[in-house]
Each structure stands twice: as structure tokens, then as C-alpha cells.
DNA sequence: TGGACCCAAGGCCAT
DNA sequence: TGATGGCCTTGGGTCCAG
């Protein structure tokens, strides 16, 4: 038996036949594999045993099956097509038999049912034998997966990036040509292509034959880009029509195939392509504005980028090239950076969920945990449910939030359930098939509040799988603590394990989603009211003992830290099917009156902040900059009178046109398409006079405004792109009086401070109203 | 006509 | 193309006193 990584996998139509292929890395070797022994099929729930003689009218074959649905036994019929494309229509046909029920699992792409059937695990090892073809491919008589210690996967990774030259606001491919392409490899290797200058014009017919040149001879498994789905590859491939040259990247020597409009995906056939921008926007919320440089900072990376307008390329082009050429480098290397940090993580992902890497990068949440259960369904004999028809959404009442006890407090110890969700859900058997409308109240646990029942025996579907995840990574992490925590097994096990931890916690969600295979509104209902119960019993116990509760949010609780603290936990959990843990202890804590909004000095000195505006990306930078400060006083120092002192100072600077315009920003992204909006508000406005200059606004684009003077009482007749304006025109009162002074006395008025205190009217109130 | 009040839209954060 | 709860700003409307 052979080896190597299983990079990919679809299919070939050979004489009328699809064949699955699976693109495999091997050493320094690239091999494919085909299996001519694999049909496409479905399943088929009969209504009555006509069934099978109606059905077989469609397909050639067609045999009896049992299956489980939702638990159940059930006699099924397996259908098989001809070919995988055959599918729909067929399945179109069969559903409207009268002798049908139901069609099942006709919507599973064929190269994807083979991993589930094979057990194949993407970016994992698998092993065959098999002969070769004179084609140099392999034609495999036996398939298997290999368990191994997972590492990350052996790919060579190609990182690129492309500069257009932009005399005009915008990038046209039919006007405007490519520059630079660069280029940078994980084995160290950077490449420049650049446009040759022809009669004044740029001419990029080189650059694009040279970019494919290299990507033929270094023969990337993985192409990553920032961005790469939206910007670089449609106007790569329009460029090449443009200028009529093939982008036979393919490793068949095929073009990218572009499937779907704004989430759209590129397929590169036998090699994965990643955007990094996509998994940033899903992975790393934290990260507020998602510049290639932001994400940089995010993630430690030690990186010195010559820094050129965007709007300035041309000109740096013309005049400067050195520099750009510099710039265009930076920014392939950088995204090599960051594709090295963020890359193991969609491995393990990939690996989790079988699914290829160029799929799992832009799933969505709910999609992974899906394709996750499909793969769990299969094992277990499940026949997997259909897709809901229309998303009919049927909100239900979520978590419970207790009002804070406002201001300070001293000593606060914060307790929480460990993944609340995931565990009510074990507790109470909660999953769609042990959901029962007529059980007795002994064979069932029955939701508080809503009354939904859950069969105790057996263990659910979703049960199951929830208790081996977290028996799984208890046992990586007890498994952790034998490596050192810079060592490469350590990284590789800790990857591992937040992968189970995000897709555990994301269980919950996934049940209620209305376009989930497995939405049952019961189960998700049931889980959120046993949660209200559990935090209502946990505070009611805390009084009764004596400890004051000073917040609660969903499955945390805020208690004044004492001796009776510890006895305390460990009667809960006597008493709960849940663990309470300590989550961390506050020497300082202030509160305001609003749930969802505190900040506490933790015993190490930092400061945890949470809903405040500095936590927000849609405040300016000023406003968040005062806030920080503010908290950091009240907390660290005690001295509330230095607060006012500082916001003063702040102002005066505002006034004096001190503060640079970078930090008066405000950004916010635009959701929908701009003629959609029904509340023209300032961002929205922003971003129409940023279109009318030519900039592409779509769904998902940050804006950065500021509000400028002018006649206009309305703030969105103000407001103007960032990039557009200039110190002079700020609107000093609107940022004193809705950035700097909204944010500094939501906290400071629990000091005593009024907003004219903040002001400090008594000394310049003349200059002040003469400033208006 | 301006201010008090209310509500919906919009966006982002906590859990 | 997981969920609900919650906060805040803005814009648009009504009502009412002056």
C-alpha cells in the first residue's frame, strides 16, 4: 500500500462514467488517483411498496435498504444514477410520485459522498494500492484512511497579490491593466512580475504569462490571497480575456471555475485556493477594520511594509517604482504570514468536517457543523434529513440577563457553567430524535417553562456526539500538559482542540437556525429555558446562602467573593448536572445600570472590558481612546477627579484642532446594496458620495466617515468619507458633544459629573458659545 | 415652531 | 449560509404649549 495527503477530490466523465479523483501530495510527488467503482445514489422513503417498480422506471438499479431516520428503522430504497448529474432531475421525478415520501440525500456532491462513504479524511493521510495508468494516473482497487498523530499537512503554499494601475478612483479591467503580480512560496522563494511599458501605456500580456509560468513550474497545492475571491481573481480572469491569454492554472491545465455571485468560491482543479480575508471576517471578530495589516498586528507578526496610498499606485508606478515594487512584495509576503498562522487551524477544520480546504475556508458556522453530522449520520446508519424548504423563521425566547447592581465593587468573583449549552443538551437527552410529544413524565425529562419532553433513554443523536467531543479534548488537553508549551506537538494539539471547542459550542446555534438539516425549534427552545432555570436556581441559592449577586448573564454569575464562596460552588455542583467554575476574580468591578456593559481590574492587573464602546469598531478612535483612559483611572488610580481633568484636557485639544483626523473616523459597514436602505443614515450617505467618486460599495464594505461643518442640520448631509476630508472642516461639536462627551459620562456620571462638569463651562463658557 | 416623546432602522457587542 | 438579548444613535413622526 501506497501513502500521501489527501489535498482534494472530484470527479472526471470518462465514456458516459464519473469517475471520483483525488488529487494527493506525496513527498515531492503529486499524484492523482481515480476510482471507476464508486455510483452515484440516494435514498428514497417509500409512502407504499409500489415504489420500487415506480422508481426503477428511472435509474437501472434500485434495492432495499434499512436505514435510521430520526432513530427510527426504516426500509428505504437505494437508488442509483447513472451519473452524478443525472441527479436532480431524477430526484425531480421521483419526489412527485404519488408512491414517494421522501427524497434523501440526492443534494450530497459525489465527490463528497465518496469521502463519507470511504471514510477519507481530507488534509489527512490516506493509503491505497492501485496500477498505473499510461496517463501517469493511478487507478486505485483499495481505499483506506490511515490514522496517524495529526500534523500540519506537507502543501506547498503560494501566496499572491495584484497591483493595478488606478490614475482614475476606481480599477476597470477593461481600462485598466495589471501592474505587479507578486508572488511569494513557503519555501522561501519571491517572485515579481511586472508589466512592460508599451507606446505610454502599461502592457500586462507578460506579467499574466510569466505569473502562470511560475504557478506551472512551482505547482502550488495551495493558493492564498487576501481578498483573492473578490478582487484579485475575477480581475485576473478578466484581464486574461481582455488580453486573450488562457489562465490555465489548473493542475489539468484548466482555468479557476467561479461558482455563485457575492459568496462566491474558486475552484482550482487539483490544488485548494484560500482567501485569508474570508476566514478573518468569520474567525477573527476581534479584529475590528480587517486591513492586511490589522490582521498582521492581530497576530504578532513583526513586519515593516512600505506604506503607499491606494489611490497613489499609479503614481508610484510612473515615478517611484522602486518603492511600489517594494510595497507589492510586502504585501505577498504578509499574506504568506498570515496564511502560516491561520492555515493549521482550516486544516484541522478540513479534517474535522471532511471536507477539502477550498471548501471549509468559506463555510459558514453552521454549514461545518452540518457537514460534520452528515459525517456522523452516515456512520451511524441516519439517513440525513432534507434540506428545510423555505426558511420560515419562528424566533423563541433566548438567555436570561440580570440587571447589575450599579457602581463598584471590591473583591467580585465571577463563576460560570462550562459550556452551558453543550452540556444541557447532554443532560437532558436533548436532540431531534428523542424529542416526544407523548411520553409519561417518568421516560422523560421535561423543559422548565415550555414543556417540551426528551426521552431519557436512549442517548440522542446529539448527545452522542457532544459527550465523545468533550471526552475528546478533555483528553488532548490532559494530553497537552506532557509537551512544552512552545513545542510543535503542544501547537498541533492545542490547534486541535479549539477546533472541537468551536464546533461544540456551536451545536446550539445550529439546531436553531432555521436552515438547518437538523432545525428543530423545540430542541433549541428547551435548551435556552433550561439554561434560564439553571442561572435563576444558581442566584436563588446564592442568596439563600448569603452571597450577594451583583450580575448574571446566560451561565455566569457576579458574586461578592467570600469564604462561603468555595462551599457555595461545590453545592451547586452537587446539586446541577452542570460544572460551575471559577472564571476569574476581580479586585475592582464597576457596573452601570445597563446588562451587557462592565469593566473590572482582574488580580493581574489587566483590565477587562465589556460592551463599553471602546470595545465597539463603530465609535471613533478618540471616543474609545477617552473611555479606556477614563476606566483606567477609575479602576487602576481611584481618582474620578483626574477622569474629569483628562476629558477636559482632551476637549481643549479637539478644539485646538490637536487630534489627528485618523482618529475622528467612524467606521460601519454597509449590509445590504445602497438603494435598499430605508434610513439613510450618515455611513450609508458616506458611502453614496464614496460611489458617486467611483469607489465599489457592496455588501460587506467598512466605511470610515467624519462629520464635518457645515449648514446641514442633519448629521448624514455631514458626514463624508474619511479619505475625502480634511482636518480643517471637522465638526469639533459634534465630537465633543457625541463622541468624546456621550462616552465619558456614561461612566462618569456615577461619579457625581454632570456633562457641563465634563465641559468645564464655569471657565470658558464665552469661548464656548462663541465656538458654536 | 420647537421640544418632549415614541418608534423603527441600523449596527455591533455579550453570551 | 448557528442563536437571542441588549445598548446606543439617528431619523422620522405625533402631540402640545406658546
Not at 430520526?70 to 404519488?98: C, F, N, T
Not at 479557476?256 to 482550482?268: C, H, V
Not at 488537553?477 to 456551536?506: F, G, H
Amino acid at each position: 500500500m501506497e501513502e500521501g495527503w489527501l489535498l482534494n477530490a472530484d470527479y472526471v466523465t470518462r465514456n458516459n462514467r464519473a469517475i471520483v479523483r483525488l488529487w494527493i501530495v506525496s513527498g515531492e510527488n503529486r499524484l492523482v488517483l481515480l476510482d471507476k467503482n464508486f455510483e452515484p445514489y440516494f435514498y428514497v422513503i417509500p409512502e407504499r411498496d409500489s415504489a420500487e417498480m415506480e422508481v426503477e422506471r428511472f435509474v437501472e438499479k434500485v434495492e432495499w435498504t434499512r436505514r435510521r431516520d430520526h432513530g427510527r428503522e426504516v426500509e428505504v430504497l437505494k437508488v442509483y444514477a447513472r451519473h452524478p448529474q443525472e441527479v436532480p432531475r431524477i430526484r425531480e421525478e421521483i419526489s412527485k410520485l404519488p408512491s414517494v415520501r421522501e427524497v434523501r440525500e440526492a443534494d450530497i456532491p459525489f465527490a463528497i459522498r465518496y469521502l463519507i462513504d470511504k471514510g477519507l479524511i481530507p488534509c489527512g493521510v490516506i493509503e491505497w494500492s492501485g496500477e498505473e495508468l499510461p496517463s501517469g494516473e493511478i487507478e486505485v482497487s483499495e481505499i483506506l484512511p490511515v490514522e496517524k498523530g495529526t500534523s500540519d499537512p506537507p502543501f506547498k503554499v503560494m501566496a499572491f497579490d495584484i497591483e493595478v494601475y488606478n490614475p482614475h478612483l476606481s480599477t476597470k479591467p477593461e481600462r485598466d491593466p495589471i501592474i505587479v503580480i507578486s508572488c511569494c512560496t513557503n519555501t522561501g522563494e519571491s517572485k515579481l512580475f511586472l508589466a512592460e511599458r508599451k507606446g505610454g501605456n502599461s502592457d500586462d500580456r507578460g506579467a499574466i504569462k510569466e505569473f502562470i509560468s511560475f504557478v506551472k513550474s512551482f505547482d502550488p497545492d495551495v493558493i492564498i490571497g487576501y481578498n483573492s475571491d473578490n478582487y484579485d481573481w475575477p480581475y485576473l480572469r478578466s484581464r486574461c480575456e481582455i488580453v486573450g491569454i488562457p489562465l490555465e492554472i489548473g493542475r489539468d491545465g484548466s482555468p479557476p471555475k467561479f461558482r455563485g455571485g457575492a459568496r462566491r468560491r474558486i475552484k482550482i482543479v487539483g490544488r485548494a485556493n484560500v482567501d485569508l480575508y474570508r476566514v478573518a471576517e468569520r474567525d477573527l471578530g476581534e479584529v475590528k477594520i480587517k486591513t492586511l495589516e490589522n490582521i498582521g498586528a492581530h497576530l504578532g507578526i513583526d513586519f515593516e511594509k512600505a506604506e503607499i496610498p491606494k489611490d497613489k499606485i499609479w503614481e508610484y508606478w510612473d515615478s517611484e517604482r522602486e518603492e511600489l515594487l517594494q510595497y507589492a512584495l510586502g504585501d505577498s509576503l504578509l499574506t504568506m504570514e498570515i496564511g502560516l498562522r491561520l492555515l493549521p487551524l482550516q486544516y484541522e477544520f478540513s479534517r474535522m468536517i471532511r471536507r477539502p480546504l477550498d471548501e471549509v475556508y468559506a463555510m459558514g458556522r453552521g454549514k461545518q457543523v452540518e457537514s460534520y453530522l452528515i459525517n456522523e449520520a452516515y456512520s451511524r446508519g441516519e439517513l440525513v434529513p432534507q434540506k428545510p424548504r423555505e426558511l420560515e423563521r419562528e424566533s423563541y425566547e433566548g438567555a436570561l440577563v440580570l440587571k447589575p447592581k450599579k457602581g463598584l465593587h471590591e473583591n467580585v468573583i465571577c463563576l460560570d457553567f462550562a459550556s452551558m449549552y453543550p452540556n444541557i443538551m447532554i443532560a437532558y437527552n436533548i436532540s431531534p430524535d428523542t424529542l416526544c410529544k407523548d411520553c409519561s413524565e417518568e421516560e422523560a425529562y421535561v423543559a422548565p417553562y415550555v414543556n417540551h419532553k426528551f426521552r431519557k433513554e436512549p442517548p440522542g443523536f446529539f448527545k452522542e456526539i457532544l459527550q465523545r467531543l468533550i471526552e475528546t479534548r478533555k483528553k488532548i488537553k490532559a494530553e497537552m500538559k506532557r509537551y512544552p508549551k512552545n513545542s510543535e506537538q503542544y501547537r498541533v494539539l492545542d490547534v486541535k482542540q479549539s477546533t472541537i471547542k468551536i464546533l461544540t459550542n456551536s451545536f446550539y446555534g445550529y439546531m436553531g437556525w432555521s436552515g438547518a438539516r437538523w432545525y428543530v425549534k423545540e430542541c433549541a427552545e428547551a435548551t435556552t429555558a433550561w439554561g434560564r432555570y439553571t442561572l435563576l436556581t444558581v442566584v436563588e441559592m446564592a442568596r439563600k446562602k448569603g452571597i450577594e449577586v451583583l450580575y448574571g448573564d446566560t451561565d455566569s454569575i457576579f458574586v461578592l467573593n467570600s469564604d462561603k464562596v468555595q462551599e457555595f460552588l461545590e453545592e451547586v455542583n452537587r446539586e446541577l448536572p452542570l460544572e460551575l467554575e471559577v472564571k476569574g476574580l476581580y479586585k475592582t468591578i464597576f457596573f452601570t445600570e445597563k446588562r451587557k456593559r462592565y469593566a473590572g481590574l482582574l488580580e493581574d492587573g489587566s483590565i477587562d472590558v465589556k460592551g463599553f464602546e471602546v470595545k465597539r469598531g463603530d465609535w471613533s478612535e478618540l471616543a474609545k481612546e477617552v473611555q479606556e483612559e477614563i476606566l483606567r483611572v477609575i479602576l487602576v488610580e481611584r481618582d474620578p477627579n483626574k477622569a474629569l481633568e483628562y476629558v477636559r484636557k482632551v476637549i481643549r485639544e479637539l478644539k485646538d484642532g490637536k487630534i489627528p483626523l485618523e482618529k475622528l473616523a467612524i467606521y460601519k459597514t454597509i449590509t445590504k446594496e445602497l438603494k435598499e436602505y430605508k434610513s439613510i443614515q450618515a455611513h450609508v450617505m458616506a458611502a453614496m458620495r464614496a460611489a458617486d467618486l467611483g469607489r465599489q460599495i457592496d455588501p460587506g464594505t467598512k466605511i470610515g466617515f467624519v462629520v464635518v461643518r457645515g449648514s446641514r442640520e442633519k448629521v448624514r448631509e455631514r458626514a463624508i468619507p474619511v479619505e475625502e476630508a480634511k482636518k480643517e472642516e471637522i465638526d469639533v461639536q459634534y465630537y465633543i458633544e457625541k463622541q468624546v462627551l456621550a462616552t465619558a459620562h456614561r461612566i462618569l456620571k456615577h461619579f457625581g459629573y454632570s456633562k457641563e462638569d465634563l465641559l468645564d463651562r464655569g471657565q470658558v463658557s464665552l469661548m464656548d458659545f462663541l465656538g458654536r
